[in-house]
């Protein structure tokens, strides 16, 4: 369920209707939909309110703006973050530090010092060495590191290999077959007060099955650990329910996945941690872009868009549907490839698709678009950096700039020998 609707024919965010922002933004830009965004945040946070503890970090990845962040913390949301810049974001919007849990397969030492500088919360370590490390580290600080250890369930999430991570040939966790061991070493370390363990094993999962069995190995190595004589009080089950991109699509809802949870962790005497991304962000945004022309084709239409695969690489990168809508559709379709301008074959949004008639200049959006889209976008072909808009009932606001070309420029250096 979203806010973009259709009224008196025009695509509106909210009460606002797309052309407004695109005839003071222009195109391609990003719209939120802060009323969407809430909802998501809260049926979320209330279908998990029937298990007893809870902690909800979300996932910074999946849509990093800062006014965005500020919403979902006013929410009571923690955040999941991979970088100190994530981190920098995460506290920016108002996030304590103790509720950031920051995960990441290569930490490096700097980082680490920065985060526990902050009092970040807890520590998601992928491997034993990055314990060792964050031991020593925060030894020398005089700190004791709060952290979990990630395993790898070995688990096929039935999703997208490029975003799957929970097999034993991802570079995710540490074995399951050693994570017991690796537990009782890193709990000896003076710096580090290991917890918990903590999995992920993909995202944009269309079953609740990968994880519920993922969640069983957990729990069964959880209860290995503990009769070592070892503390487990946290267990973080990461993120990854996945979301509909294309309309009639049935994806989990969370309240199954709490129903799921609830029963798999039955008796499990431990805090439960979350890192949603996409359940949260996707719907609550689209991709607002203006066709270029329409130019004939050997058997479709292409249909040219204003943006292209460095505003949003989905598609490129994971073969992604997103839903295309005209913004004033006239009530015809056609049947057309839809692009961007960038000068390869990638920067394909869509082939041989069934949308609204599209011509010259008519303003379009790629639905879906709040999770993974501002957030991979780059300036590739010396394009400019995508901007965001967020909508708020009747108002609206730039929350990220377009960045131009020339400001992009302006960072680059010739060096004297080259002059
Ligand atoms: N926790 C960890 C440790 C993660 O690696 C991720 C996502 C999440 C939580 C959040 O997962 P979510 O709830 O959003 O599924 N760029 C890709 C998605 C990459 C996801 C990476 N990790 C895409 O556009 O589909």
Known sequence: ?????????????????????????????????????????RVFRDALAVLPKVHLAFAVKSNPNLAVLKVLAAEGY???????????????????????????????????????EAGCGQFNLESEEEGQELAEIA?????????????????????????????AENKFGVPFDRAAGIYGRLSALPGLNLRGLALHIGSQLARLDPLEAAF?????????????GFAVTHMDLGGGV??????????????????????????????????????????????LTEVVRVKAGALHPWVVVDAAMNDLARPAMYDAWHDFSAVKPGGTRMTANIVGPICES??????????????????????????????????????????????????????ADRIEPATILSAERVPEWLE
């Open 78 to 116: 923690g955040a999941d973050v991979v970088s100190a810049g994530e981190m920098d974001r995460a506290l920016a919007a108002g996030i304590p530090a103790a509720d950031v849990v920051f995960s990441g397969v290569g930490k490096t030492a700097a980082e680490m010092r920065r985060a526990l």
């Open 346 to 399: 990638s920067d394909t949004f869509a082939m041989a698709r069934d949308i609204d008639t599209v011509a010259r200049g008519d303003l379009a959006v790629f639905r879906t678009a709040g999770a993974y889209g501002a957030t991979m976008a780059n300036t590739y072909n010396s394009r400019p950096m995508v901007p965001e808009v967020m909508v708020d009932g009747g108002r609206w606001a730039v929350v």
């Open 216 to 228: 069983i190995k957990a729990g069964s190595l959880m209860r290995a650990i503990r009769a070592e």
């Open 242 to 287: 996945g979301v509909p991109y294309r309309a009639g699509e049935v994806y989990p809802q969370p309240d199954e996945y709490a129903a799921m949870i609830a029963r798999v962790t039955d008796g499990w005497d431990a805090t439960l941690m979350f890192e949603p991304g996409r359940v949260i962000t996707g719907n609550t945004g689209v991709l």
């Open 139 to 167: 030894h020398a600080m005089g700190l004791t590191a709060t952290a979990t250890l990630r395993i790898n369930p070995d688990v096929d999430a039935g999703t997208h290999a490029k975003i799957s991570t929970g097999k």
């Open 1 to 41: 369920m979203d806010h973009f609707e259709y009224r008196g024919g025009v695509l509106h965010a909210e009460d606002v209707p797309l052309p407004a922002i695109a005839a003071e933004v222009g195109t391609p830009v990003y719209v939120y939909s802060r009323a969407t965004l809430t909802r998501h945040a």
